[in-house]
């Protein structure tokens, strides 16, 4: 028998034997990444079903917690209730602080009444002293403006050194010659407090020859109007000239001789000649006094 000589083989064959073996290669580690990826799947499950099993404990834990604090809750308000009740029903030591304190506060509202009290007797008797104050000075008010009587006795208190008649013990006065004579007598009798006033000096000009100021204050106003300075010196000195001069005392007579049966007529005419005689006799005496002679009598 012939002996089998070893086959060469050829580039081509050598070629197709390593692309065989490679297929070999590629199709046994696909198989080995499927069996890779079947593993990883399987433990994914295995996770999901572990956290599943997980949540479930957990609810049945937070369930039995939850039971937990409701009986907790319930025995804390049975707890409560006992504390109420024996609170509701005190011992006999706090029933007697009780009473204590009820009897306290008794007495401290007593004393709070008496204070009250007491605070309105004293209040009442402030308002009291008050209204009897208003009253005396309200009397005291209309006393100074309508009692002359209390100047007069005030002014015979206190000596009259003047030797000039006090209008206030005249009681034949007006209101407006009670004021301005007033105001002349200041001058002479307290000359510290006496104050210059146009209005009281303006009636004493106008009036001094006239019925509203009686004989019996004329040396006051003699006196008063024989210290005027300027302008007025003057023309008071001119009046009495122009009196003086107007006047004559010839109608006197006429008035005396006339008979009682005398009408209306004759009667102004009397009444006008006594005024006129007034006026010739006080111009004298005011020129006089104005040109330093002597006064009136």
Same mark, same amino acid.
């Given at each position: ?107 401290? $509202?007593? *004393?709070?009444?008496?204070?009250? /009290?007491?605070? %309105?007797?004293?209040?009442? #008797?402030? !308002?009291? @002293?008050? &209204? =009897?104050? $208003?009253? *005396?000075?309200?009397?005291?008010? /209309?006393?100074? %403006?309508?009692?002359?009587? #209390?100047? !007069?006795? @005030?002014? &015979? =208190?206190? $000596? ?14 007006? #209101? ?78 006429v008035v005396t001789e006339s008979n009682d049966n005398q009408n209306e007529n004759e009667m102004t005419q ?28």
């Open positions: 028998m012939s002996k089998e000589e070893p086959s060469v083989s050829t580039p081509a064959e050598e070629h197709i034997e390593k692309r065989k073996k490679t297929k070999k290669r590629g199709s046994q580690a696909d198989k080995s990444e499927l069996r890779h990826v079947n593993t990883g799947d399987s433990e994914e499950v295995n996770t999901n079903r572990d956290s599943k099993i997980d949540g479930v404990k957990k609810k049945s834990s937070t369930k039995l917690k939850a039971n937990g604090s409701e009986e907790a809750s319930s025995h804390l308000e049975a707890k409560e209730k006992r504390s109420r009740s024996t609170a509701r029903e005190p011992s006999g030591s706090d029933t007697g602080e009780r009473e204590g304190e009820q009897s306290l506060e008794k007495e401290g $509202k007593k *004393e709070k009444r008496k204070r009250k /009290e007491s605070e %309105d007797v004293l209040q009442g #008797a402030s !308002t009291e @002293r008050k &209204k =009897k104050r $208003k009253r *005396e000075d309200t009397e005291k008010v /209309e006393g100074a %403006d309508d009692a002359p009587e #209390a100047q !007069t006795q @005030r002014s &015979k =208190k206190s $000596k009259n050194k003047t030797g000039l008649p006090d209008p206030a013990e005249e009681a034949s006065l007006s #209101a407006q010659a009670q004021k301005a004579l007033s105001y002349a007598f200041v001058q002479f009798r307290k000359p510290s407090k006496w104050k210059f006033q146009k209005a009281r000096q303006n009636w004493i000009i106008r009036n001094w020859a006239t019925e509203n100021i009686p004989d019996s204050q004329m040396p006051l106003v003699l006196r008063y109007l024989s210290n005027v300075q300027g302008n007025i010196r003057e023309n008071l000195t001119k009046t009495c000239v122009s009196i003086i001069s107007t006047e004559t005392p010839a109608g006197l007579s009397r009444t006008n000649i006594t005024a006129n005689l007034m006026k010739l006799e006080r111009a004298k005496a005011l020129l006089a006094a104005l040109e330093n002679k002597a006064g009136f009598d």
